[in-house]
């Protein structure tokens, strides 16, 4: 028996708190209803908190953070509130092993635009775009049960050109009702971790009450999770034992 997989669900919680059309779509936090949908998709097989930027820390002290296999991200409105100290450390654990799912305008987060290397920008429209998501890589873990391809009734519209290196796993491209297209299922390894970035989710929409968006980012949790103990590589002067050469 395995242990279960260790998830921090962290929020940005401003919009949650300040529009009143996003609590009317997410009465309990976007955080919280993300991390519902974990819990009832993985069931035993994970165990799910959560944290927000206004807690002390932003809720990832590095004690949570050595007890997070896995660690999803929704931001919006405040990326430039994260303490760079924090994004720091959050970096040094994925390079030691955790996972980190971004989702939807996380692109924009301090921690994906570090872990990335570039400017992650896009075009976008929000005016009740229908989405259809198709996959790209059948056989890929992350896009196990997802229906080809996923509707999504209303969303916001992001559009290429998407300013990303070149992902390692392409699983999921978006079309959407102007006819732009998008990548949004992002797969990169960065050290020992393993990063997903995911599109759907803007807050106006009730995107993360829809059960196979809910699959997939459950599928994205096992995924990412660590397969070995989490450890930065360090660098060690190795003295040349010889026995390579020949007598």
């Known amino acids: 028996m395995t242990d279960p997989i260790r998830v921090t669900v962290w929020g940005e919680n401003v919009h949650d708190q300040r529009d009143a059309s996003v609590q009317k779509v997410y009465p309990d936090t976007m955080h919280e209803t993300i991390a519902a949908g974990l819990r009832a998709k993985l069931g035993a097989d994970v165990v799910v908190r959560t944290a927000w930027l206004q807690q002390p820390e932003h809720g ?17 409105a405040a990326h430039g509130d994260v303490d760079d100290a924090i994004v720091e450390r ?11 799912i971004a989702l939807h305008s996380a692109h924009f987060s301090k921690i994906f635009i570090r872990l990335m290397g570039t400017t992650c920008s896009l075009d976008w429209r929000s005016e009740d775009d229908r989405e259809l998501l198709w996959t790209v890589a059948a056989g890929h873990p992350i896009a ?5 391809p996923l509707v999504i009734e209303r969303e916001e519209m992001y559009g290429e050109l998407f300013d990303i290196p070149q992902p390692d796993e392409l699983v999921f491209v978006s079309s959407f009702s102007g006819g732009e297209v998008f990548r949004s299922g992002c797969c990169y390894r960065r050290g020992q971790g393993r990063v997903f970035y ?13 059960p196979e968006i809910q699959q997939i980012v459950a599928n994205a ?5 660590p397969t070995s103990p989490r450890q930065l590589p360090e660098v060690h002067h190795r003295k040349n034992p010889g026995w390579f050469q020949e007598a």
């Open 144 to 148: 196990r049960g997802v229906p080809h």
């Open 90 to 100: 959050v970096q040094r654990h994925v390079l030691s092993g955790m996972g980190l």
């Open 60 to 76: 990832l002290t590095d004690e949570v953070l050595a007890e997070t296999d896995v660690l999803t991200w929704w931001g919006h």
């Open 198 to 210: 995911f599109r759907p989710g803007d807050q106006e929409y009730p995107t993360y009450h829809q």
């Open 221 to 225: 949790v096992g995924w990412a999770a």
